[in-house]
């Protein structure tokens, strides 16, 4: 059953200043942003609206997630944080999409596309999540990926290669990712990289909220 099923009424994670600009009522671009990010494509969070006498255009409701630019909070201090990459599709090129989780509580701590995955991306992906949380004496949890280990042992952060166990936790939101994409037709089309990005971090956002 798709993760909608559980959400909660609860936006007050969602900052909707940008709402005073726009001519739909809070409310309802409050529930367009939550209902597509948690799993309704476009079209059918267009047809919910309609549903609830509100007429929005597929675009509007893509606006609202970009104009919305939701970030995962920073402060976090875990205990151990599971690392990894994948393969995302945009349009015809492949990108990947870093991702590390906090496997105590689920919830992602940071998220970058790149065009590639190398030692010095995945050194500057963890430079990153040093200046977003405290993870200076975590234990990194990373499967036999060349580039996060290089990573890992060049920023002097103590790992442990695992297959399953905590790093299940980064595989459970790699499965969400290719869940929703799977609502793209498998891959983002018809959109640059960054607002595929802005897409993946609003979904961050939600996840960890969920």
Known sequence: MPKIARLTESTEWIDLDFV????????????????????????????????LGVQRSRVAVH????????????????????????AIRINDEQYWLYVAVDPETNRILHSRLFLTYTIPIAREFLTELAEKHDVEDALFLVDDADDLIGGLRRE????????????????RVFREVERRTSSFSNCFSHVDPPTAETWLQAHAVWWNHA
């Open 63 to 86: 606006n609202w997630v970009q104009k919305a630019d939701l970030q995962p909070a920073d402060g976090e201090s875990p205990d151990r944080v599971a690392v990894d990459q994948k």
């Open 156 to 171: 002097n952060y103590s790992y442990r290669v695992e297959q399953y166990g905590y790093r299940n936790s980064v595989e």
């Open 20 to 51: 005073e600009r726009e001519r739909t009522p809070r409310e309802i671009v409050e529930k367009g942003i939550r209902h597509h990010l948690a799993g309704l494509s476009l079209l059918n969070t267009v047809i919910l609206l309609e549903e």
